[in-house]
């Protein structure tokens, strides 16, 4: 007569046919029943021949599901009574539905995270209302970057590894490239620092995130230039830091009128090459008075020089920092624009007496930048194809800027004021009585990526308008891009 098995009765099933081993099978029908509550602390299980007979099978899988179970503690074997389900699992796992409808998910989850984390924008939103086509803000002329000589760089780099090369990097970055960087930024932007002085980090927004982490604790005020760059307002307000909107004129951030409405921030952060979003650059006399307010008032300026190497009237304008006597500019640059956004490099420049602040904070928070894409930098640098690569674009650019000027005063006339077109690669373009919101939605369904101006104010906006990038928008495109354009503004 077949003996009754000991033990509770199998809640699995297996199918032999099925591609996941029968091992796993065992494995995952007891987890999943423990999890699920349907097994319950100190019940005691099959042995493992009995269930092996009684799922048809051969007793190896089942005995090492067992083993597994009781390495992972969720089994635990009792002398004389055999394998009971672990008694020191917590009784709440078998009063939890089995299911969590997704809308209570999601409160759940708004109710486990900090409150902070929910004022900071939708990444999910940003890159659906960001596409790939005419007047895309932030995209570069990917079709003429030296994709061939890139990848040659590439290559030779990874020859060249060594064992050393997958450890822990300098957290300072690559001396190599930080050398490169020093020469390059003394000769195109006026920056006085030596390498010892450079921090290379992955773009200016993680630049961002360590400065304010460093320089300012939560609740300090920092001036921000009205309008500006939204994702650097998130990076403040998500420090604890008070953002206070200076209005912006034709010389750039209004340096009285920041001392008027809060004379006691701790930093300031200027975008003085090129405004953004408005393209402005930032007069001398406002320059000075900026750094003057810095020295009297013991206060920091973040200048973010993101796209000043390419002027198209004149000379590039000197920094900032090459001005600053007295130790008070932390420097961001970016490789995003003058080499492409996906290489996730910049550097921040920060005075002698700051690096080790720096450093402590930058290996805190992320130990070290990845060394492979750093090591091809410091070739296309050292070999000079960084300074030809420059060299061709701006001149790319230009035309470019010219093509899209040209078409928006035959289009527009006078209907439209133009701002911010001497520098970089996009330009503002400000328009009355449109709402800039509903008209960028409307393009964004004919692939013309308008991106509205109002969001980069505060609250009220008095301005509407687009900032419409032209780094990746060819002169063929433009005539039929503006005419589709001014056909849409028409329409509303
Ligand atoms: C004002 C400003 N700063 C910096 C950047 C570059 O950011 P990142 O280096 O993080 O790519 C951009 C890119 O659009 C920008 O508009």
Known sequence: MKRPPSGIAPVI????????????????????????????????????????QELGISRMPVLNAYA???????????????????????ERIAKQPRTISRPKRARQGQ??????????????????????????????GFDNFPQRLWNRLVTRQSRNTTVRSFDYGDPMGLLELRERIAEHLHISRGVK??????????????????????????????WMEHPGYTFARSVFTHNGCCVVPVKVDAEGLNVEAGIKKCPKARAVLVTPSHQYPLGVTMSASRRLQLLDWAESNDCWIIEDDYDGEYRYEGMPVTSLQG??????????????????????????????????????????????PPTFSQAVLADFIGEGHFVRHIRRMRAIYAERRDVLLEN?????????????YETGMHLSILLREISDHEISARAARQNLWLSPLSPSYMKHAPRQGFILGFGSTSVQQMPAAIRKFRELVRSV
Do not use: M
């Open 323 to 368: 001005l600053d006597k007295t130790s008070s500019v932390v420097y961001i640059g970016t490789f995003s624009k003058v080499l492409f956004p996906s290489l996730r490099l910049g550097y921040l420049v920060v005075p002698e007496d700051l690096v080790e602040r720096f450093l402590a904070a930058r290996f805190a928070f992320d130990i070290c």
């Open 68 to 90: 597994q179970l009781l390495a992972e503690g969720y089994f635990e074997s009792r002398v004389g009574s055999g394998t009971i389900i672990s008694s020191s699992l917590p």
């Open 408 to 420: 928006i005063r035959e289009h527009f006339g006078t209907a439209v004021e133009i701002a911010g």
């Open 13 to 52: 099933k297996v199918r032999p046919d099925a591609p996941t081993s029968l091992f796993r099978q065992v494995y995952e029908g007891y987890h999943k029943a423990i999890l699920d509550g349907n097994l319950r602390g100190g019940q005691r299980v099959l042995s493992t021949r009995a269930l092996a």
């Open 111 to 140: 109710k486990r995270t900090s409150k902070r984390c929910w004022n900071l924008p939708s990444a999910q939103d940003f890159f659906r209302s960001r596409g790939f086509g005419p007047f895309a803000v932030s995209q570069i």
């Open 193 to 222: 620092c030596d390498a010892q002085q450079i921090i290379i980090v992955s773009g200016s927004q993680q630049a961002l995130d360590l400065t304010t982490r460093v320089l300012l604790d939560p609740g300090d005020h920092v």
